[in-house]
């Protein structure tokens, strides 16, 4: 039988007691027979804390002392919870990323998995250890701690379990799955049974935040299953996170997503000719002001209007940025609009299908909700809208795709 | 000019305010021109919050994983100040002990240091890098964290300082130095210039807490000059503790040390024929109840008394484990007296010297303080007096040998 990798996450180990009722649940399946690498975050607020003590000492977050700063946090949890399967009578052993063969390049905060070389894992294994890894941390060329960023233990998990061969992982949280929307925007949200990679992918990037997309990449690579479920309900399912959902009637919309996190640039005016927009984008490029959705009118008498999305936090900065390279071009005004927010339907069977842009914005309509801006995937459509009437929109195309009713065929 | 080995204490790390604070001494230090290898303690309450987690999780604290959550403490303080450091425009380089090549057996957490490779430290000073190691802490022969236990960072510090030919190593606290006496005890206490490793160890064997036996002996057997200062108060040049003080004035007590961990146990009417001692003592050993001065009575009609001191935590221990062993040898009852203290004068002086037990036992016995056992080594007189006159015994001794009085020539 192949091995299951677990994953907990902070909220799953914020105080000892904790800790020792995750031991429990660990020993249970153990006991039934099955084979666990079990990978953990840091304890609740403990990265918080330690970011906070970095802060009073240097403004300067980032670098080789920062990583290993911050995968003590890690190693503090896995050490606490081996003992507390030791206590239980299961021998259990704590690995740090670099003792479980973790290898990484050099970007000490951002670190990608190189390889992942599983001879020490196995062999405590063979020894019928439970092990139980650091997450979020690997191993430099050098030897030196990295730490793999956001999403980084999901990342480990899914990558450990690529490389053991495991059955799935399984990822353990404060939350009972995944759904077709947030519960606290819409309390008729439904926990979905299973969800492909790219449908989750499209969810994750347009602003769930159950699990980060990277993770969900890797899984998707290495056709590894990924459950998603809480660590506090043992009796909820969760959601799988899979291949393809076979058994799902077709042309269903999945999961609304909401990301508020959003300001809107538009440069009025701009002459209509080759080379304008790699101008605009390469000097944001070069300030390190990641952007997200683009949006070019059709041209009216040689001009046209640009718009584009960044992250509410940029807005100032890519506002400095554009003004001067837009009187530059010749072009008019730069307007931002950073209360905004972007509402995406999402699912694989849209991309076969029909209808969905048109059922969307009806119902928006019928809301009196205005979309400023509309940007499609094959699998998803999304529309930017004011940021007070999100919400709502939110809870508009859940009822409109019907995504309250249990339309799922259990597989 | 060979490198300078630093040791900072957890009160000289006990905040961020003293981890800046520490950084500017050691950027002097090399703006002066030296080459600095720093190793560091935890901050402040770091090592008991830690054993905290691990006791609300299990009563076994001990063990492997028990080493590697203890470590990080070590780890956070080294990164923390490391990040200081090049926040003032110095280049600083964090190690572990592992990353150091501070190799241990596995013991997990009491482990004795079995070689330095010093190869990466080399690598990182050829570079320009200020080298900060996490003391306490080592690599076990299968590359897990070992701790070095009580005393460990000065230990780290000590054999770092002889593995790189250091000029010597730099223990800096929160005191000024080592004193002819506990200060708090008595006011007169004078701080010493220099001390021998002989004398210190005999001190601090005999209850002076400035610095553990073990770092002491490591720079006895490697002649590491050891200096002991303080980090709060740059003006005191502290302590230094060498091979031997040439100028002293010959036949001088250079210290007072208290003990007032001790309890008694006097063994009555003990047969006094061969093999004895080692039943009592072999059963004593093998609960791992640490013995330390044993006195045996002349005998009187082939029987005799027997006492022994142990650590005042384990005198029902020693209770409950000699008592059968009595009863068996067919000897007396067995008395526990755990009220008890044990004071000492230490100087090397004192060797070749005569009248130190006469003069030690007058000025006792004017102050009507009763001696209930005495023990002795080459450069050491220690009674065993009740515990509440213990302190008085202390001052009446300092002032009996005139320790007040700055007799040293410095050198």
């Known amino acids: ?23 429990k649940r660990i020993a249970a399946r153990v006991e039934a027979g099955e084979e666990l690498i079990v990978v953990v975050s840091a304890m609740g607020k403990t990265t918080d804390e330690l970011i906070g003590l970095a802060r009073e000492i240097t403004p300067v977050t980032e670098g080789r002392e920062y990583a290993m700063l911050l995968a003590t946090g890690e190693m503090v949890s896995t050490a606490l919870l081996a003992m507390a399967l030791r206590d239980l009578g299961h021998p259990a052993i704590a690995l740090t990323g670099a003792q479980a063969g973790v ?9 990608r998995i190189t390889e992942i070389d599983a001879t020490r ?13 650091a997450g979020f941390q690997g191993q430099s060329p050098d030897a030196d701690f990295t730490t793999l960023g956001r999403g980084g233990s999901d990342t480990s998990a899914v990558a450990l379990a690529a ?12 939350v009972d799955g995944v759904f077709t929307t947030d519960p ?19 969810l994750a990037a347009q602003g769930a935040s159950v699990m980060h997309p990277r993770a969900i990449e890797l899984g998707l690579l ?5 459950l998603v479920a809480s660590s506090f309900n043992g009796d909820v399912e969760g959601t799988l996170i899979r291949k393809e959902v076979v058994m799902e009637p077709a042309n269903r919309v999945r999961g ?47 001009l046209t209007d640009m718009t584009f999305t960044v992250a509410h936090d940029d807005w100032r900065k890519a ?4 003004e001067p390279v837009a009187a530059k071009l010749g072009s008019g005004q730069v307007i931002i609009d950073h209360d905004l927010a972007k509402v995406s339907i999402v699912g694989t069977g849209m991309q076969s299908g029909v209808g969905y842009a048109a059922t969307m914005f009806r119902a928006l309509a019928t809301a009196s909700i205005n979309i400023q801006e509309i940007t499609t995937s094959e699998i998803r459509i999304t529309a930017l809208v004011s940021a007070k009437e999100a919400e709502n929109a939110v809870r508009v195309l859940h009822e409109a795709f019907q995504l309250d009713e249990p339309a799922e065929v259990q597989t």
């Open 121 to 133: 894992i196995r062999h405590e294994l063979a020894r019928d250890h439970i092990v139980i890894i």
């Open 256 to 302: 609304v997503a909401l990301d508020s996190d959003v300001a809107a640039v538009t440069v009025r005016a701009v002459p209509d000719r080759p080379g304008i927009a790699a101008q605009i984008f390469g000097a944001l490029a070069d300030a390190g002001v990641p952007v997200d959705t683009i949006v070019q009118n059709a041209s009216v008498e040689k």
């Open 1 to 23: 039988m192949p091995p299951v990798v677990q994953k907990y996450g902070g909220s799953s180990l914020s105080d000892t007691t904790r800790i020792k009722a995750v031991a």
């Open 184 to 202: 606290r925007i819409d309390p008729r949200a439904r926990k979905l049974h299973d969800i492909a990679y790219e449908e989750m992918l499209e």
């Open 222 to 226: 290495h056709e590894i299953p990924i």
């Open 319 to 322: 506002l400095a940025i554009t």
């Open 163 to 174: 490389a053991l061969g495991a059955a799935q992982a399984e990822i353990y949280t404060d």
């Open 103 to 111: 290898y990484t390049d050099n970007t000490y905060n951002r670190a």
